[in-house]
């Protein structure tokens, strides 16, 4: 089993900045590629940016040019870091773990808040 810990979420204006980190502990040897996810309350949720254990790395759209996806494999920790944050931008965000097992999502953490004030 693996456990993800997400920190960092708060509140911010726009404009402002926020880095979230996501720890994980127990059987790291059974995930690559960490993802930030977000879901906006009344809508799905989506994908923000990916990284694999080897550091390469994938971003939506809508976040490429203000987020950084980055990750600490001594530490067993990701990073998100969040600039020029937008109202849109507010969201629950989770960080999830791809098994190398069933190449499936299948570890996620509790997720942080992320408000961002016009």
């Known amino acids: 089993q693996v456990q993800l810990v997400e920190s960092g979420g708060g509140m911010v204006q726009a404009g402002g900045s926020l880095r979230l980190s996501c720890a994980a502990s127990g059987s790291i040897f059974s995930i690559n590629t960490i993802a930030w996810y977000r879901q906006a309350p009344g809508k799905q949720r989506e994908s923000v940016a990916t990284?694999?254990?080897?550091?390469?790395?994938n971003y939506a759209d809508s976040v490429k040019g203000r987020f950084t996806i980055s990750r600490d494999n001594a530490k067993n920790t990701v990073y998100l870091q969040m600039t020029s944050l937008k109202p849109e931008d507010t969201a629950v965000y989770y960080c999830?773990?791809?098994?190398?097992?069933?190449?499936?999502?299948?570890?996620w953490g509790q997720g942080t808040q992320v408000t961002v004030s016009a």
């Open positions: 999830a773990a791809q098994s190398v097992a069933t190449y499936g999502y299948d570890y």
């Open positions: 990284i694999t254990y080897g550091g390469s790395t």
